[in-house]
Nanobody, 117 residues
């Protein structure tokens, strides 16, 4: 299984970025697809998830600013990030979770997002 993130970069506060994660080696439609982030000096944080049944869930700090979406035909999950803040700066990771798993089974290598003030 391989998860490959793309779309990170440097953006000014208030700007937008779109992250993408393409999966291979798994039956994509059967997996919940999540985004996590890890900032220096902080623990890894859940950001958003798109479940296989198309429901979504977000951490409070990104609600109304971030949108997760998935394309099962392309085995891709996206994270549209608007109104970015400096505190959103982190390495963002894509992860896949089977419905019967207690945690995430597969992780990508991460993509850096830096928001300047």
């Amino acid at each position: 299984v391989l998860l490959v993130e793309s779309g990170g970069g440097l953006v000014q506060a208030g700007g937008s970025l779109r992250l993408s994660c393409t999966a291979s080696g798994l039956t994509f439609s059967m997996y919940g697809m999540g985004w996590f982030r890890h900032a220096p000096g902080r623990e890894r944080e859940f950001v958003a998830v798109s479940w296989s049944g198309s429901s979504t869930h977000y951490t409070d700090s990104v609600k109304g600013r971030f949108t997760i979406s998935r394309d099962n035909a392309k085995s891709t999950v996206n994270l549209q990030m608007n109104s970015l803040k400096p505190e959103d700066t982190a390495v963002y990771y894509c992860a896949a979770r089977r419905a019967d798993s207690t945690g995430y089974d597969y992780w990508g290598q991460g993509t850096q997002v830096t928001v300047s003030s």
